[in-house]
């Protein structure tokens, strides 16, 4: 009879927890239009190209009185809001777990985001100042917010179906990034057609994307939940609470090792895809057309390799998974580094390799963190995750740099990569994540 009236609730459990994940997955949906759309196809180029309206005979622009090269204004914009999350990331993700209280966050995070990203409509003539604000207001907000939306992970999805969630999150995610972006596409190459300027085409694409996010955020917002709290102390400036953060991971030492690891081998990731269409427009000669239609077969195709790499984990566990994608990332830029100039196709089977590993590479580092971190803690250390992540990432753009300027080959710069997945997959299989788990104190799944 008790034991009955103790099992009974579990129906109604799991289904309350399918419906969080599944609301959960909208916020992927929401944001990553962002990313695809904002920072990887339509910003950089036309921010530049109101910077450069905007600049004196000398080709530079002087926000604050400070003389900035107008072709380096987005770079530099990027490079502050990442600075902008450094410091709030850690104070919002202490906040967060002390408070319990995420959605109400996730939300102020989210519609700061989208309201700048949608105000990019805005941006033109010699606005530049504009541009860079909004920049890098959308960014910083973005990176808090995937922040307090992965913490959600391991309180959503019991340890064995962890590696699934974060890889259907990863699918939405580049799902509607794809869809989005040929919809974008279509307006921007045919604007004519639809009687429309092509500066207001890029506009209405930006704006488009900030409607989107606020819009599908309302889904995670209304089936996510905040769970009370342990008592906590008060959080601390950002990056006092950011060193009390690395400290408190000092007594989980493998939980480092884990980070360590990750930030190595996501800091080539993140070089590949930014540095990838500058390979095919400088080194093979490819025109912008084909490049934006490469970044659209990678959207798709990460649908795809996440969704497999997720069933693949299922069967030889997140880690062989994960180490078995960073041999096919070394493969695929050692094939790069062959590729032949003034060939599309070659560069589209490139992009197709890169897809494939893309997005599983990136969701189940995520599903695999969120068991090494201790109860209590999820968003506080998610935004030390967040940081390695975004903020992090600059020693490969760094080395291909180098590279490029004592080589003169984008061929070799493009190979040096290679190095960070190597030292990456090495770091990684010296982790002995079952233990890791256990030392977070929480439950080792079978599979692991």
Same mark, same amino acid.
């Given at each position: 009879?008790?034991?009955?009236?103790?099992?009974?609730?579990?129906?109604?459990?799991?289904?309350?927890?399918?419906?969080?994940?599944?609301?959960?997955?909208?916020?992927?949906?929401?944001?990553?239009?962002?990313?695809?759309?904002?920072?990887?196809?339509?910003?950089?180029?036309?921010?530049?190209?109101?910077?450069?309206?905007?600049?004196?005979?000398?080709?530079?622009?002087?926000?604050?009185?400070?003389?900035?090269?107008?072709?380096?204004?987005?770079?530099?914009?990027?490079?502050?809001?990442?600075?902008?999350?450094?410091?709030?990331?850690?104070?919002?993700? =202490?906040?967060?777990?002390?408070?319990?209280?995420?959605?109400?966050?996730?939300? =102020?995070?989210?519609?700061?985001?989208?309201?700048?990203?949608?105000?990019?409509?805005?941006?033109?003539?010699?606005?530049?100042?504009?541009?860079?604000?909004?920049?890098?207001?959308?960014? =910083?907000?973005?990176?808090?917010?995937?922040?307090?939306?992965?913490?959600?992970?391991?309180?959503?999805?019991?340890?064995?179906?962890?590696?699934?969630?974060?890889?259907?999150?990863?699918?939405?995610?580049?799902?509607?990034?794809?869809?989005?972006?040929?919809?974008?596409?279509?307006?921007?190459?045919?604007?004519?057609?639809?009687?429309?300027?092509?500066?207001?085409?890029?506009?209405?694409?930006?704006?488009?994307?900030?409607?989107?996010?606020?819009?599908?955020?309302?889904?995670?917002?209304?089936?996510?939940?905040?769970?009370?709290?342990?008592?906590?102390?008060?959080?601390?400036?950002?990056?006092?609470?950011?060193?009390?953060?690395?400290?408190?991971?000092?007594?989980?030492?493998?939980?480092?090792?884990?980070?360590?690891?990750?930030?190595?081998?996501?800091?080539?990731?993140?070089?590949?895809?930014?540095?990838?269409?500058?390979?095919?427009?400088?080194?093979?000669?490819?025109?912008?057309?084909?490049?934006?239609?490469?970044?659209?077969?990678?959207?798709?195709?990460?649908?795809?390799?996440?969704?497999?790499?997720?069933?693949?984990?299922?069967?030889?566990?997140?880690?062989?998974?994960?180490?078995?994608?960073?041999?096919?990332?070394?493969?695929?830029?050692?094939?790069?580094?062959?590729?032949?100039?003034?060939?599309?196709?070659?560069?589209?089977?490139?992009?197709?390799?890169?897809?494939?590993?893309?997005?599983?590479?990136?969701?189940? /580092?995520?599903?695999?963190?969120?068991?090494?971190?201790?109860?209590?803690?999820?968003?506080?250390?998610?935004?030390?995750?967040?940081?390695?992540?975004?903020?992090?990432?600059?020693?490969?753009?760094?080395?291909?740099?180098?590279?490029?300027?004592?080589?003169?080959?984008?061929?070799?710069?493009?190979? /040096?990569?290679?190095?960070?997945?190597?030292?990456?997959?090495?770091?990684?299989?010296?982790?002995?994540?079952?233990? =890791?788990?256990?030392?977070?104190?929480?439950?080792?799944?079978?599979?692991?």
């Amino acid at each position: 009879m008790d034991t009955d009236t103790v099992r009974s609730p579990a129906p109604d459990e799991a289904a309350g927890r399918r419906r969080e994940q599944r609301g959960w997955y909208f916020y992927d949906w929401a944001c990553s239009v962002y990313s695809t759309s904002v920072l990887t196809v339509f910003l950089g180029p036309y921010l530049t190209s109101v910077a450069e309206a905007a600049a004196d005979a000398d080709g530079f622009v002087h926000p604050l009185g400070i003389p900035v090269r107008a072709g380096s204004f987005f770079p530099y914009a990027v490079s502050l809001s990442v600075l902008l999350a450094v410091v709030v990331m850690p104070l919002v993700g =202490a906040a967060a777990d002390r408070t319990g209280r995420k959605k109400p966050l996730l939300a =102020a995070a989210a519609y700061t985001g989208a309201a700048a990203t949608a105000g990019m409509f805005f941006l033109d003539g010699e606005r530049y100042l504009l541009g860079g604000l909004l920049l890098v207001v959308a960014n =910083a907000a973005q990176s808090v917010a995937m922040m307090l939306y992965n913490s959600y992970l391991p309180q959503i999805a019991p340890p064995e179906e962890r590696d699934a969630v974060s890889s259907r999150g990863w699918a939405f995610g580049y799902a509607a990034g794809a869809l989005v972006l040929v919809l974008n596409l279509v307006l921007y190459t045919g604007h004519d057609r639809f009687g429309v300027s092509e500066g207001m085409a890029v506009r209405i694409c930006l704006a488009s994307a900030g409607l989107w996010w606020g819009a599908f955020a309302l889904v995670p917002l209304r089936r996510l939940r905040d769970r009370r709290a342990p008592e906590r102390e008060a959080a601390l400036p950002g990056f006092r609470q950011l060193a009390a953060t690395v400290r408190d991971m000092r007594r989980h030492p493998l939980t480092l090792a884990f980070l360590l690891a990750y930030l190595v081998y996501n800091d080539g990731i993140q070089t590949v895809i930014s540095q990838a269409s500058v390979y095919g427009s400088k080194e093979l000669g490819l025109e912008q057309s084909t490049l934006i239609v490469a970044v659209l077969l990678v959207q798709v195709l990460a649908v795809a390799g996440a969704l497999a790499m997720g069933r693949l984990a299922r069967r030889y566990g997140a880690k062989r998974t994960i180490l078995g994608s960073l041999v096919a990332w070394t493969l695929t830029l050692a094939a790069g580094y062959f590729l032949p100039a003034g060939a599309p196709m070659w560069f589209f089977v490139l992009a197709a390799g890169i897809g494939l590993v893309l997005g599983g590479s990136q969701a189940l /580092s995520r599903s695999l963190f969120s068991h090494l971190v201790p109860p209590g803690k999820e968003a506080e250390y998610f935004s030390a995750y967040e940081l390695s992540d975004r903020g992090m990432s600059w020693l490969g753009p760094l080395l291909f740099g180098l590279t490029y300027q004592l080589t003169g080959s984008y061929r070799d710069a493009i190979v /040096s990569l290679v190095g960070f997945f190597a030292l990456g997959f090495v770091l990684l299989a010296r982790v002995p994540v079952r233990r =890791a788990i256990a030392d977070a104190g929480n439950p080792v799944p079978e599979r692991i």
